[in-house]
């Protein structure tokens, strides 16, 4: 796989950041009281 690395930031890091922006995608669409069973975090924890 081709390293990425955009001002010293590594692949880990965009790995990490994605899946907080999922986390906080989930919990916003169950704050706002809608489905969110195709991106469901909880599940995976």
Same mark, same amino acid.
Request: aromatic share 4%; glycine share 4%; hydrophobic share 50%.
């Given at each position: 796989?081709?390293? $990425?690395?955009?001002?010293? #930031?590594?692949v880990?890091?965009?790995?990490?950041? %994605?899946?907080?922006v999922?986390?906080? $995608?989930?919990?916003?669409? #169950?704050?706002?009281?809608?489905?969110?069973?195709? %991106?469901?975090?909880?599940?995976?924890?």
């Amino acid at each position: 796989m081709k390293n $990425i690395n955009i001002k010293g #930031v590594s692949v880990q890091t965009w790995a990490r950041t %994605i899946v907080l922006v999922l986390a906080l $995608i989930s919990q916003l669409c #169950v704050i706002l009281g809608k489905s969110s069973e195709a %991106i469901d975090v909880d599940r995976w924890q």
